[in-house]
């Protein structure tokens, strides 16, 4: 079945680096995503890897995808007070076409 | 901006009631996903549909329907409507139905009293 586990909670200091981490079930899945959500405000689309990718790389953004352990995370660099929100990790099996199952989503709490 | 567009953005109703949230996709999008966020159950598909077809179906109870409408904009109706479907309604969209990006609008907060 499919399952996707994140953390509730993570916090670091301003300036840090944030590393946001997700297991997820399903070997078949296609595509990973990772979406923003901000207090009050819609579903932000982060980034995304197809999984035949290792890594991808984004600005400030770093996914990393272990197949294998069936792991994904997002790194955060030099994290800033507006990167405070909740991030959400996702799984597509059919790429979108049944639909992508979320995880609980981690808030990302930034210390100054 | 992701360019999903929903209305209303707010919306009070009393139990028993129906009510009708609608989107608007993306320029150029195709497929229209429909996803309940609640606090106890978190982000749950719904339904998909792709160029006025039904594509995929989730977790949509029998009281609630969705159509794709031939400008490609989408509803959702939900009626007999009880205190647990107070939850965020989003509308998604992506130019495909596989294989693709998908992109979310600011949702449709219905409360039910």
């Known amino acids: 079945g499919e399952d996707v586990e994140q953390s509730l909670f993570l916090s670091v200091r301003e300036g840090d680096s944030s590393v946001i981490n997700c297991t997820y079930t399903?070997?078949?899945?296609?595509?990973l995503y990772w979406y923003k959500q901000e207090p009050g405000a819609g579903l932000q689309l982060l980034t995304y890897?197809?999984?035949?990718?290792d890594m991808k790389q984004d600005q400030r953004l770093t996914v990393l995808l272990n197949k294998k352990d069936k792991h994904l995370s997002l790194r955060i660099a030099d994290t800033q007070t507006g990167d405070s929100a909740i991030y959400f990790c996702?799984?597509?099996?059919?790429?979108?076409?049944?639909?992508?199952?979320f995880g609980k989503g981690t808030h990302l709490i930034i210390q100054p | 901006d992701s360019g999903v567009t929903q209305t209303p953005k707010h919306l009070i109703t009393a139990t028993g009631q129906r009510v009708t949230l609608r989107c608007s996709p993306r320029?150029?999008?195709?497929?229209v996903y429909w996803y309940q966020q609640s606090l106890d159950q978190g982000l749950q598909f719904l339904i998909q549909y792709y160029n006025g077809e039904e594509r995929a179906k989730g977790n949509i109870l029998e009281r609630f329907s969705a159509q794709q409408f031939p400008d490609l904009h989408s509803e959702l109706n939900l009626s007999s409507l009880e205190l647990g479907d107070s939850a965020l309604y989003f509308c998604a969209s992506s130019l495909r139905w596989t294989g693709n990006t998908i992109y979310f609008g600011e949702g449709s907060w219905l409360t039910v009293v």
């Open positions: 890897i197809f999984s035949n990718m």
């Open positions: 399903d070997s078949s899945s296609t595509y």
């Open positions: 320029s150029g999008d195709l497929s």
């Open positions: 996702a799984e597509s099996i059919g790429g979108g076409a049944d639909g992508l199952t």
